[in-house]
């Protein structure tokens, strides 16, 4: 929860490192980021990362960033980099073409 001397918003851009294609991170992250009432997008990149911006609570967008250091099942998560914060991010929660 937001108190008064931190953010009411925070947003983070991130890349997520491993085997993190063809296990179903981008469905996995849609509906965790969706639970957690986050905003921003979800996308492979043909380097074999995925790429997400979460925007929302600053409690909700942290506990995303742990849920992406595990991943869902099938992944095997080796690094999670914050790239940028403070970023502007659309209402709701998608998948993007990967890039």
């Known amino acids: ?23 179903g991170f981008r469905a996995w992250v849609e509906e965790a980021a969706g639970g957690l009432g986050l905003d921003g997008w979800v996308r492979n990149r043909r380097d074999g990362a995925v790429e997400a911006v979460f925007g929302g609570d600053p409690d909700a967008v942290g506990e995303m960033l742990r849920r992406c250091e595990r991943g869902p099942p099938a992944a095997r998560v080796s690094r999670v980099e914050v790239l940028a914060e403070g970023l502007a991010v659309d209402p709701g929660f998608r998948v993007e073409r990967t890039v």
């Open 1 to 23: 929860m937001a108190t008064p001397s931190s953010p009411a918003v925070r947003t983070v851009h991130v890349r997520i490192e491993g085997r993190v294609q063809a296990v």
